[in-house]
């Protein structure tokens, strides 16, 4: 029987290490690896590695842009064996972005086949698509082969890959960039690469460029999309001042005049990375959910380009106003972030702002320029060598034959006779006899004389830093007449136009306005039924299993509705957008941000111009001017501020006229004091209204002293309240024996 081998590693091996330090040594590894070599791109070519090895192994493949496509399948395939060692779908897809014309600003490579849509839907199998590199990839990797870059080995050893491309294409802010690491990310827009170069310029003849004067070069974003930039130019520059920001983007529409005074909106351009089938399905959600009563249709007319039909419900609504809420509901309009977070020269991740940026890519190409420059001027020498044993050679003809004929070994002769280099006694036996015709002769003095004023113009180059960046401003305007915007590819794409000023009139006019009843049960299932509902009518309305009737307020189809949470927030809900009464309605939090363990204080209908009287169980109150309550977003507005395990307890409208507050407790102590005492605050905590050490607010209101204190469905004269007046913040009395038990005042 044989004997099985055992692998058993020597004790001395194993060190012991803290848990805890091998755990964050670990995670300190996976979160450089996933910075460096997935998310963050490179400064320099604004390339990440995979997008990198991706252009080097097709242009390794011969796929330049004169050249016949090949299957993507086989790039794809010599990348993941040669440079990157990942899942091929993963490196496809990369391949893809960067063929996507509506993805990529400036397509660095050419895609014959099907690579999706702005739809959203998936390309073809790799197997069924074929790529090409672009003109723009051809710019980037340019002198690639002339020491431009350093090198690295590949993944195994076998072969060496490029750690930056020379990037004669400023690539990072003309096509942009996304990634999430570990605790960072980067978003980065695309932008026109005309302007670009024109800032490059600036920035070569100044240094110190103001931001402000770069950003009158570089407008702003440019999406391949198009669109409209509406973002104001302060918050441009400020965004391109820090590096952070985000850009306000609109889509491209136009107002089409019908017949009897209708008109439809065409939609022709959508902003950048939105899902045309998305969006129009969500529009479709919203008129099927009468969310935007005004709009009647969508339709999606688009064939090669962008055309989006929307008809409006009445040619009386403006258009202006449909699209300022289609702009709030859609995604027709977005907010594309800035994080311009990227890997300088040393492989440290850091926020830039646009100086930094273009400056890096400058400083980047003059390295590029003077290493591309060395390196010609050592092939100029090693050819001059040459030449210059050609030349001997020529002169000693007769010598040369003879002794080539002659010795056995004939290279040492030849260089102690002529005193020739090892270089130019090889390179003259391996002459060919035609090289020995006269012509030849004049045709290497004049390569000798070529070369010869090469290099002296090479070596004062490098000496010269004033000339190497005259050098790099020729390379700059030499690719913006080739990529600027004189050019198809290059022409500004996206708009730009000043913030839109507000319209004029509100979505509720041109609603048809008759009276409902909200009704929201116990549960926060919401509706609204047609018509003033009594209380018993709105009790008899079907309810879930275990649910029962809590609100019922009688308003118009116009009016919004205010919802007060326990967590002191107000939200606002429009009437005409809440469920029919046909059904149980729907859950309110699905229309507001108001969590499981929260809960609604109290509905009313916006009037404006009143003020309200609102307060913690804590007893902690002000008065709030209802104009300051109102919410624009489902994420309410917070008025009251809450401590830890505190909740919004009370509200009521403060009346015309009213001078008293009345405070009741949980434990039935009432107080009443002046409302003079009660501040007038927009946002706050408050001040204390009722003192208790145990007990908690149950309720509080204001009311007109001389007419009684209203409490339940009884009103309590001002002659038997003397006994319980007194100061804000005091504890207050019992009530007395036959007064309403109700811990509320409305019942």
């Excluded at 195994?156 to 802010?173: A, H, I, K, R, Y």
């Excluded at 305007?477 to 290059?490: N, S, Y």
Aim: charged share 30%; with cysteine; aromatic share 6%.
């Amino acid at each position: 029987m044989a004997k099985r081998s055992t692998n058993v590693v020597p004790l001395a091996v194993v060190k012991p290490v803290q848990f805890g330090e091998a755990l964050s040594e670990r995670y300190l590894s996976y979160a450089l690896s996933t910075i460096m070599a997935r998310s963050l791109p490179d400064v320099r070519d604004g390339l990440k590695p995979v997008h990198r090895r991706l252009l080097y192994a097709m242009r390794q493949l011969r796929l330049d842009p004169n050249s016949a496509f090949k299957k993507s399948a086989r790039v794809v395939g010599d990348v993941i064996g040669q440079y990157h060692p990942h899942g091929d779908q993963s490196i496809y897809d990369a391949l893809v972005r960067l063929a996507q014309e509506f993805a990529a600003r400036y397509p660095l490579i050419e895609g014959q086949g099907n690579f999706g849509n702005i739809d959203g839907d998936n390309p073809a199998a790799m197997r069924y698509t074929e790529a090409r590199l672009t003109a723009v990839a051809e710019a980037l990797l340019a002198g690639i082969d002339e020491n431009a870059v350093d090198f690295r080995p590949n993944y195994d050893g076998s072969t060496e890959e490029p750690v930056v491309l020379p990037g004669g294409f400023p690539n990072l802010l003309a096509n942009g960039a996304a990634g999430i690491a570990v605790g960072m990310a980067t978003s980065i827009p695309p932008h026109n690469a005309g302007e670009l170069c024109d800032a490059l310029q600036h920035l070569i003849k100044t240094p110190a460029a103001r931001i402000e004067t770069l950003v009158d070069l570089v407008k702003g974003p440019d999406f391949p999309t198009g669109g409209i930039l509406v973002e104001p130019r302060e918050s441009i520059v400020e965004a391109y001042k820090t590096g952070r920001g985000a850009f306000r983007l609109r889509a491209k529409w136009e107002k089409e005049e019908l017949p009897r005074g209708q008109y439809r909106i065409i939609v022709t351009e959508i902003p950048y990375q939105v899902q045309k089938g998305k969006l129009i399905e969500r529009i479709a959600e919203i008129i099927n959910a009468k969310k935007l009563t005004i709009l009647e249709d969508v339709h999606d007319e688009s064939a090669e380009d962008v055309r989006i039909v929307l008809e409006p419900r009445t040619g009386q609504v403006p258009a202006e106003l449909l699209m300022e809420q289609l702009f709030r509901l859609t995604d027709l309009e977005i907010r594309f972030p800035l994080n311009l977070n990227v890997l300088d020269k040393d492989n440290t991740p850091r926020v830039m702002n646009l100086r930094e940026a273009l400056q890096a890519w400058l400083d980047h190409r003059r390295e590029v320029l003077v290493r591309r420059s060395t390196f010609r001027l050592a092939e100029i020498e090693r050819r001059l060598e040459i030449l210059d044993g050609y030349l001997i050679a020529y002169l000693n003809l007769d010598r040369l034959i003879k002794i080539i004929r002659e010795e056995d070994e004939p290279k040492p002769k030849m260089i102690k006779a002529f005193k020739l280099t090892d270089l130019q006694a090889e390179a003259i036996l391996n002459m060919r006899l035609r090289a020995l015709r006269r012509l030849e002769e004049f045709e290497i003095k004049g390569e000798h004389k070529k070369l010869t004023a090469e290099r002296k113009d090479l070596k004062a180059l490098l000496k010269d830093e004033n000339l190497q960046w005259g050098r790099i401003a020729d390379e700059v305007q030499e690719t913006r007449k080739k990529f600027g915007g004189k050019t198809e590819l290059g022409r500004r794409r996206t708009e730009l136009a000043d913030a839109p000023a507000e319209v004029e009139h509100a979505v509720e006019d041109f609603v048809e306005r008759e009276p409902v009843t909200v009704v929201c049960s116990d549960k926060g299932w919401i509706r609204a039924a047609k018509g003033h509902l009594d209380d018993k009518a709105a009790a008899e309305l079907k309810y879930k299993e275990g649910d029962s009737p809590r609100f019922a307020i009688h308003a118009q189809s116009t009016d919004r509705i205010l919802v007060f949470g326990t967590n002191g927030r107000f939200y606002t809900l429009a009437c005409d957008k809440l469920p029919s009464a046909r059904g149980h309605g729907e859950p309110i939090r699905l229309m507001i941000e108001l969590l499981n363990e929260q809960d609604i204080v109290e509905l009313a209908v916006l009037r404006g111009g009143r003020k309200f009287l609102v307060a913690s169980d804590a007893g902690r109150g002000f008065i709030v001017p209802e104009d300051e309550v109102v919410a624009q977003t489902k994420n309410g507005k917070q008025v009251l501020n809450l401590a830890d395990k505190e909740k919004a307890q009370a509200f009521a409208v403060v009346p015309e006229g009213a001078d008293s507050v009345a405070a009741l407790s949980e434990g039935r102590k009432l107080l009443i004091f002046p409302l003079e005492q009660v501040p007038e605050m927009g946002r706050g905590r408050g001040v204390l209204l009722q003192k208790s050490k145990a007990d908690r607010l149950s309720d509080a209101q204001a009311f007109k002293l001389d007419d009684g204190l209203p409490w339940a469905n009884r009103v309590i004269p001002a002659g038997e309240l003397k006994f319980w007046r007194g100061e804000r913040a005091q504890a207050g009395r019992m009530p007395e024996k036959g007064w309403p038990r109700a811990k509320r005042f409305r019942g």
